[in-house]
């Protein structure tokens, strides 16, 4: 069982080294295109997803009718949903932020020069030196411009990874057999059962955040809790003017919630 996340900037050669790791772990890679689909899954539409990009600020001007904490709370459930099956490959998208304390995770920061990143992406884009570094430059400061936004941390924080792998010294093949290796170490695969617990239930109270802000204006105002796999405790306040009874169909309709204990108060409509 092997649950890695997968950092890096854009010209290090990351997806290679993806694809290799996910082929001999026969697991699965969850790339763009895989994220976006299960982004569907969860009740996006395809116009939303393409509108996400791993920029700030002007990503959430993109997000129709969600706000940034909304897609916050969209990506989190994403990555929480996707880590609650206890393995996979997971590029990019805070993941190493995410699952930072979570204990059955391996993080992977793949690092490159700038001068072997300027040579990849001028070959592999067809463009000059200059222009290479120009978009290198550019998608590594939208990148922690985002991460710092969305998670205020800093995406270089040698804490975040439990391996950084030099791609120019070691090269596709060696770093790709490096974190497999890793990854099927005893000490990696020890993942206990109540920390997959814990997670299934974080991943539970997740997706039930997302149902509650995508169906009630006062959302922010309900807590959702799962004190135990399957049950799922809201508390807080509901605004008068919205059913309450369409939201406890939402949240009741969220696959995974089996009990659902309602200890929520509408609030009093004061005059004006």
Known sequence: MSLITITSGIGCNEMEIALRVADALKTDLYDDERLQKEFMDMGLSSAEIKSLNEKAPGIFNRLLDFRPQSYLELLEALIYEVSRRGEGIIIGHGAQFLLRDFGCALHIRIYSSIDQRVETIANTHGVSPSA???????????????????????????????????????????????????????????????????????????????????????????????PEPGIVVLTGTVNPLESKDALLDAVRAVPGVVNLKDELVTEKLHDI
């Not at 922690?144 to 975040?160: I, R, V």
């Not at 695969?189 to 955040?209: G, H, I, P, Q, Y």
């Open 132 to 226: 290479a570094e120009k978009m290198i430059r550019s998608s590594d400061n939208n990148r922690k411009g985002f991460m710092h936004y969305a998670f205020k941390m800093d995406w270089d924080a040698p804490s975040l990874y439990d391996l950084v792998v030099n791609i120019d010294k070691l090269g596709v093949d060696a770093s790709s057999s490096l974190i497999t290796n890793v990854a099927q170490s005893d000490i990696i695969n020890a993942c206990s059962l109540d920390a997959l617990e814990r997670m299934e239930r974080f991943t539970l109270e997740k997706k039930v955040k997302t149902a509650v802000l995508k169906t009630s204006l006062s959302g922010r105002n309900i807590h959702v809790d799962s």
